[in-house]
T-cell receptor
Framework: EDQVTQSPEALRLQEGESSSLNCSYT??????LFWYRQDPGKGPEFLFT???AGEEKEKERLKATLTKKESFLHITAPKPEDSATYLCAVTLSGSARQLTFGSGTQLTVLP | SAVISQKPSRDICQRGTSLTIQCQVDSQVTMMFWYRQQPGQSLTLIAT?????????ESGFVIDKFPISRPNLTFSTLTVSNMSPEDSSIYLC???????????FGPGTRLTVL
């Protein structure tokens, strides 16, 4: 069975304290891995897509990396406005492009 | 990126009634998806809606409970039928943008069933 697991479930950081969120996946064939940010009461906001092991993408204080088994979302010197739930999702080879989501990591950055 | 709107943004409904949620996108897209996000949970795919064909439902979701329409390439509706408190969730539509190979999400409809 295809599975996407995110850890930790929740993370509290002080402003400026860098850390990483993990997304591990067990799937029959990975087509793409996606990271989204979701603020309370809003729909997910697209951040990154990764396709192959070794690929990296950056946006402001965020950097996403991908290996054959997992992805990391690194947050460098976070600010309170980075507080949100970060969702990881995958699409599968040969699938009709549906996203399978992990359970998310709720990040709180304290000032 | 595609701009997606949903109506209503929220609603409070009585048990046994039905609610239709609308999803409008500002460009033509082939594939639209409907997701459910139960309180404190992640997103679960309900169905895929393609224009000109019947929606494809995921395991655990049936057409009688969640009928979907897709009359054109910019619009879709999801109806939540014969509602119970267990249907209280956020319902989200998304579109598959082939140009960027990305799914974009609408703002969601927060449904509370009393």
């Amino acid at each position: 069975e295809d599975q996407v697991t995110q850890s930790p479930e929740a993370l509290r950081l002080q402003e400026g304290e860098s850390s990483s969120l993990n997304c591990s996946y067990t799937v029959s064939g990975l087509r793409g891995l996606f990271w989204y940010r979701q603020d309370p009461g809003k729909g997910p906001e697209f951040l990154f897509t990764l396709y192959s092991a070794g690929e990296e993408k950056e946006k402001e204080r965020l950097k996403a990396t991908l290996t054959k088994k997992e992805s990391f979302l690194h947050i460098t010197a976070p600010k309170p406005e980075d507080s949100a739930t970060y969702l990881c999702a995958v699409t599968l080879s040969g699938s009709a492009r549906q996203l399978t989501f992990g359970s998310g990591t709720q990040l709180t950055v304290l000032p | 990126s595609a701009v997606i709107s949903q109506k209503p943004s929220r609603d409070i409904c009585q048990r046994g009634t039905s609610l239709t949620i609308q999803c409008q996108v500002d460009s033509q897209v082939t594939m639209m998806f409907w997701y459910r996000q139960q309180p404190g949970q992640s997103l679960t795919l309900i169905a895929t809606a393609n224009q000109g064909s019947e929606a494809t439902y995921e395991s655990g979701f049936v057409i009688d409970k969640f009928p979907i329409s897709r009359p054109n390439l910019t619009f879709s509706t999801l109806t939540v039928s014969n509602m119970s408190p267990e249907d209280s969730s956020i319902y989200l539509c998304s579109v598959d943008d082939r140009n960027t190979d990305t799914q974009y999400f609408g703002p969601g409809t927060r449904l509370t069933v009393l």
